[in-house]
């Protein structure tokens, strides 16, 4: 993985050492010599660690130490998606060994190989040259494809989710949670927690869903512009790929200071393909075809990442948040509630 991961956890826990040594060498191949670990930068997830040896180079992730929910920073998920994708043509990093054991360094954790990359974080990449824009965008638009074309029995994922009413599940889910989270009055959210139930899809396809594909969730070669590594796969599940390709490409609807957008983007003249001519190709590489509840997906994604922004909100109110910025991040759930509200009602533009 990169020098950024686009992962990380609060506080400055790093593990043992003498006891993750001891693990290491009884568990990974080839492992010897003194480890030296540095934290990543960026994220307010799952702890990752660059650990190198004397002849290995790996990455470290782990559950935060102390108490989490049940369900979240699933590093045990992650290992399991991506061991099961080796071979399948999507780019992951090797994983080498998944640690239940607590006792080691006080959480669950994996080891992968590092794989050197570029991470973007904005994804008008206004450093690079019009054919690199490019270039890198329609190998982000192939593996998605990739990910959403396979055989989830085929790889050993069958039930790795739940099959059916993704798109309800979705709604009550993140429903819940900004309810949970709310502070103050927003029309918006409480217009569209209304309006989402009344519109839902039929059920799509049932496939495996990233999650959270973002062009900062992706390494980029180190010179080449293709991805060569997809990371951060806490939130995948079974799902509607149609779902997970809107929520990929929410980016074209928001501004840059809401949300790494790319509204406003002079699409011609950067290199970077303009929402039509990206969804085309995503459904030329997939065969899926139906995008009639394409704006049903955009609003819905927007909803979601409104809903974790008002949680982000709610933590930093409570003193218990991770990031600096915490505060900031939050501020753009009503924004963002707004442009989704705009575009259910048809003046968003869009299908």
């Known amino acids: 993985m990169g020098t950024a991961t686009g992962t990380g956890g609060a506080g400055d826990w790093v593990p043992d050492r003498a006891r993750l040594t001891r693990w290491l060498s009884a568990t990974i191949p080839g492992f010897r010599g003194e480890i030296r670990l540095e934290r990543t930068a960026g994220g307010q997830s ?20 102390g108490p989490t929910l049940p369900s979240a920073h699933a590093v045990d998920r992650e290992f399991r998606v991506m ?11 090797c994983v080498r060994a998944l640690c239940g054991d607590e006792s080691v360094i006080g959480t669950v954790f994996y080891v992968m190989d590092y794989v050197p990359g570029r991470v973007f974080w904005d994804p008008r990449l206004i450093d690079l040259d019009r054919a690199e824009r490019s270039a890198i965008f329609n190998s982000m638009n192939e593996t998605i494809a990739r990910i959403h074309s396979l055989d989830v ?19 009550a889910r993140w429903t819940r949670q900004y309810r949970a989270s709310e502070i103050d009055p927003n029309p918006a959210m409480d217009w569209l927690i209304d309006w989402l139930p009344r519109n839902l899809p039929p059920d799509g396809p049932t496939r495996l869903v990233h999650g959270d594909y973002r062009l900062d969730n992706l390494l980029i070669h180190p010179t080449e512009p293709r991805v060569v590594a997809v990371l951060d796969w806490e939130l995948s599940t079974l799902g509607d790929p149609m779902a997970d390709f809107a929520y990929h ?17 002079d699409f011609a003249g950067t290199g970077i393909p303009d929402e039509q001519t990206y969804l085309a190709r995503y459904v030329e590489r997939t065969g899926l075809s139906d995008t009639r509840h394409w704006k049903f997906f955009l609003v819905l994604s927007m909803f979601r990442i409104a809903a974790i922004m008002q949680g982000i909100a709610k933590r930093a109110l409570d003193g218990t948040a991770s990031n600096a910025d915490a505060a900031e991040i939050g501020a753009k759930a009503r924004p963002i509630s707004e442009v989704a509200v705009e575009l259910a009602q048809g003046s968003g533009g869009g299908t």
């Open 46 to 65: 799952n702890p990752t660690f660059r650990l190198r040896a004397t002849d290995l180079d790996l990455v470290l992730r782990s559950k935060p130490a």
């Open 83 to 93: 061991e099961a994708l080796r071979g399948t043509g999507v780019p992951v990093p």
């Open 153 to 171: 029995a085929a790889i050993g994922l069958r039930d790795y989710g739940r099959a059916g009413a993704y798109a309800e599940r979705q709604v």
């Open 249 to 265: 490409m929410m980016s074209w609807r928001l501004r840059p200071e809401l949300f790494r957008g790319l509204a406003g983007t």
